[in-house]
């Protein structure tokens, strides 16, 4: 199997390479500059710009799947309007070219696995969503992931994926280590009202569920990339604390939260009860099911 991942470098995509090489698929990752520090890391491993492949895409001839997940960082720092900028052309700029690269091949990907997330359903601590859901946020990172959909609409393959995912939890990468923080040092504890609810996978189930998608060919259109079993950001700190063997008492009010990180403290806010329906009803099973199963593993060996 022939595999290309655009935005491959960072926390998830280094976990989705390391499998891919463990199962001898070939891979080839889409990158801004391939300098080295790819194949020093990924030993066995092709590297193309964005620029190579935009003067000759024919690397990306015959795959079975091309993953994009291009993007700058929603946690950079605060949201200035330049970074706001930044955040919606990165997506919508590295989607486009797929779309025109893809265009250009004489035999394209079987299948297109394109980012987006849950944020697309805006903030409800009531509403519960899944697949179906029509009603799209008004926040700036509901348009945001709706124009990305939008653009992946454009890229001409038989079958496209979005990928809409949650709060990946991870040892070595992504929020994990940012929300366990405080509990180490005995300071932990529930952020606002602790009610906004908290929509996670553990980053196993993650990299399953990408190649499951990949697998599985009546898969097609938005997918969420979640748990069954959402929990509140309070339930969350309380289960953290008994992995960590912690107290979960000192709360973070909203207002410094607010003062601390402008508009992006909605991102910790806020949240959405999110359903993975498509992929149960496909089949999918999770290994960590519920937030007690993965944060016992990823406490493990703290």
């Known amino acids: 199997m022939r595999i290309a991942i655009a935005g491959g470098t960072g926390f998830i995509g280094t976990y989705l390479i ?23 890391k990924f030993p066995g491993v092709r590297c193309f710009s964005w620029d190579d492949l935009k003067r000759n895409p024919s690397p990306l001839e015959h795959l079975d799947a091309l993953v994009n997940m291009a993007g700058e960082s929603i946690n950079s720092g605060k949201w200035t309007n330049e970074q706001k900028e930044r955040i919606l052309l990165s997506r919508i700029e590295s989607t486009r070219s797929i779309a025109q690269m893809v265009g250009k091949l004489t035999s394209g990907p079987r299948v ?3 980012g987006s997330a849950i944020g697309i359903y805006g903030h409800s601590t009531v509403q519960k969503f899944d697949e179906s859901s029509r009603a799209y946020g008004s926040d700036f990172l509901a348009q945001v992931t709706k124009k990305w959909e939008e653009e992946a609409d454009h890229i001409p393959a038989p079958r ?7 709060v990946v939890l991870g040892k070595d990468g992504g929020a994990f280590p940012k929300m366990a ?5 005995f300071a932990g504890g529930k952020i606002g009202s602790g009610s906004q609810w908290l929509s996670w996978i553990h980053i196993a189930d993650y990299v399953r569920l990408l190649n499951f998608c ?20 309070d339930d969350f700190g ?17 207002f410094a939260m607010k003062l601390l990180l402008g508009e992006m403290a909605d991102l910790v806010l806020k949240g959405q009860h999110v359903e ?21 593993e990823l406490m493990a060996t703290e």
């Open 181 to 185: 923080f405080p509990y180490r040092l």
């Open 238 to 254: 309380r289960v953290l604390a008994r992995a960590a063997h912690r107290p979960h008492w000192l709360p973070v009010p909203e």
């Open 18 to 40: 390391r499998d891919w090489m463990e199962k001898k698929r070939e891979v080839i990752v889409i990158t801004r500059k391939c300098d080295g520090r790819v194949q020093g």
């Open 276 to 296: 993975p329906r498509k992929l149960m009803e496909a089949g999918f099973r999770f290994e960590y099911d519920t937030v007690e199963k993965a944060l016992a």
């Open 112 to 114: 297109i696995l394109n």
């Open 160 to 166: 496209i994926v979005k990928i809409r995912t949650g």
């Open 214 to 233: 990949i697998e599985r060919e009546s898969i097609a259109g938005p997918i969420n990339a979640t748990a069954p079993h959402p929990v509140t950001n």
